[in-house]
T-cell receptor
């Protein structure tokens, strides 16, 4: 099976812009989670989708949003970008609803100038 | 704040030596997972240990869990240069919480 794929891999934006990141989970996986990784804050949970429904959300402002499509592919959107949004954004999929084992994509590295 | 906290933050050893990393967490758990990350890439799931297990092995990896102390340790035996990476513990199912990670450097 193909692994989790994320596009784009690298992205440069300027403050105030918005960005959409995409994640394709492993075939058959219905749970998709998003994480932000920065040197200062480490790995932080953004949100998780299961069967097109947002099941859990981390402590991030409303500028961060996401959605999941019927084929389990997921997108994450960040509006009104700030310098502090520069990070590696990781997507992970899981076959089971309990997310015991998550399979991560390579990440999208976002730089906000 | 991170629930899992790894110790040490960084570790440098020679090839062939064993590497031990520790993780502490704050709340009760159903399971604890360890992941590896190579140089800013995606994480790779290494091993999961359930709350009713005390020890688990997978190849050169040995994980222990002490729920009374809310701590876990990851032992990598006979380390190799390819083991150079950051290692994270993670707890929680629906809202996975990762520790700050231990950066392991294995010198050839």
């Amino acid at each position: 099976k193909a692994g989790v794929t994320q596009t784009p891999r690298y992205l440069i934006k300027t403050r105030g812009q918005q960005v959409t990141l995409s994640c394709s989970p492993i075939s058959g996986h219905r749970s998709v989670s998003w994480y932000q990784q920065t040197p200062g804050q480490g790995l932080q949970f953004l949100f998780e989708y299961f069967s097109e429904t947002q099941r859990n959300k981390g402590n991030f402002p409303g500028r961060f949003s996401g959605r999941q499509f019927s084929n389990s592919r997921s997108e994450m959107n960040v509006s009104t970008l700030e310098l502090g949004d520069s990070a590696l954004y990781l997507c992970a999929s899981s076959q089971k609803a309990d997310k015991e084992t998550q399979y991560f994509g390579p990440g999208t590295r976002l730089l906000v100038l | 704040s991170q629930q899992g906290e790894e110790d040490p933050q960084a570790l440098s050893i020679q090839e062939g030596e064993n590497a031990t990393m520790n993780c502490s967490y704050k709340t009760s758990i159903n399971n604890l997972q360890w992941y590896r990350q190579n140089s800013g890439r995606g994480l790779v799931h290494l091993i999961l240990i359930r709350s009713n297990e005390r020890e688990k092995h997978s190849g050169r990896l040995r994980v222990t869990l002490d729920t009374s102390k809310k701590s876990s340790s990851l032992l990598i035996t006979a380390s190799r240069a390819a083991d150079t990476a950051s290692y994270f513990c993670a707890t929680g199912g629906f809202k996975t919480i990762f520790g700050a990670g231990t950066r392991l450097f294995v010198k050839a």
